[in-house]
């Protein structure tokens, strides 16, 4: 898959925020070439989906999947 596929894969994962799955395709989208920004983006575009509450907890699980890729 691209880069592209796994961002919105984990846009899917979003849905119901579940902790592995942000997680898990995060790292997968990282690792197709997506950038930390990318990611972070796609999250913040569920706020409408999900609320602001549970978007930023993906966030913060985005970044630290992002964090975890970048070390």
Same mark, same amino acid.
């Given at each position: 898959?691209?880069?592209t596929?796994?961002?919105?894969?984990? =846009? /899917?994962?979003?849905?119901?925020?579940? $902790?592995? !799955? @942000?997680?898990?395709?995060?790292?997968? #989208?990282?690792?197709?070439?997506?950038? =930390? /920004?990318e990611?972070?983006?796609?999250? $913040?575009? !569920? @706020?409408?989906?999900?609320?602001?509450? #549970?978007?930023?907890?993906?966030?913060?699980? /985005?970044?630290?999947?992002?964090?975890?890729?970048? !070390?």
């Amino acid at each position: 898959m691209t880069s592209t596929q796994w961002v919105r894969w984990g =846009a /899917g994962a979003r849905g119901r925020p579940i $902790l592995r !799955a @942000v997680h898990s395709h995060a790292h997968r #989208a990282l690792e197709a070439g997506a950038s =930390a /920004g990318e990611v972070e983006h796609t999250v $913040l575009l !569920a @706020v409408t989906t999900l609320g602001f509450p #549970a978007m930023m907890t993906a966030l913060a699980w /985005g970044q630290a999947a992002i964090a975890g890729h970048e !070390a």
